[in-house]
């Protein structure tokens, strides 16, 4: 197996177990609370990424783009966070939001010339079918009290 392929298997479990924590979190705190606390998380990780990590390479520009996927992250993480808060399921929203590769498609299709084949547009078709058949819920029925 490839180490990306490794990689890639761990976010998958990783942020399976985050999306119940942040329901967890928003059940309890607000959005805000919650994102400050994500952000203390990310600290913890510092003395880590410091110690294998050399700064001294990166340019004003590498430095502009980190700071701006990171500020995206954020905004991100707390629009979640508040729809989770005002109500939604994780079970619904999670997954919903996890549909954002769609617009990094888009995006690395317009800004990095990337293409796509036919198999990997079949699979975004799939993907909006399933993002859909996902946030759909049933209206409840009438309540029916038995004798």
């Known amino acids: ?11 998958i479990m990783l942020w399976g177990i985050v999306g119940l924590l942040q329901k967890l979190g928003t059940n309890r705190v607000s959005a805000d609370s919650l994102l400050i606390w994500l ?20 340019r004003g520009h590498d430095i502009f783009i980190g700071t701006l996927a990171g500020v995206t992250n ?16 994780a079970s619904i929203a999670v997954p919903l939001t996890a549909l954002n590769p769609l617009l990094t498609i888009l995006l690395a299709m317009v800004f990095l010339a990337e293409r796509l084949t036919p198999l990997q547009w079949t699979g975004i078709v799939l993907a909006i079918i399933a993002g859909g058949m996902i946030s759909y819920e ?10």
Do not use: H, I, N, R
């Open 1 to 11: 197996m490839p180490v990306w392929m490794f990689y890639s298997l761990l976010v």
């Open 39 to 58: 952000m203390a998380g990310y600290v913890l990780l510092l003395p880590w990424l410091l110690a294998t990590t050399s700064l001294s390479t990166l």
């Open 74 to 89: 954020g905004l991100g993480a707390w629009f979640l966070f508040a729809s989770l808060e005002s109500g939604a399921k």
């Open 138 to 147: 049933t209206a409840p029925g009438p309540l029916v009290l038995e004798d």
